[in-house]
């Protein structure tokens, strides 16, 4: 399988892994295997490991299918939710 390669700063790749360690610790916590997550998401084992080493080439929908099945899919809503700075831009063209 050729999986695309996604640069990505090592800074910025620390919250991937952290992200990917968030996850499988909330599995371990509900007590469910790689198989049962990943069946239930209709992704593949091996897409579910990459995920939780947080593998920055994975789709994000696949992220969203392994939170949905953990019921965790309000935390993906608060991605990019506070825009402060995206506000205060818009704030100055305002002006």
Known sequence: MNFKKATVLPKYQKIFDGIGENIKLARKRRKL?????SERAGIHRATLHRIEKGDPAVAMGSYFNVLRVLNLENDFKKIAQDDEFGRKLQDLDLL
């Open 33 to 37: 295997t790689t198989e049962q997550v």
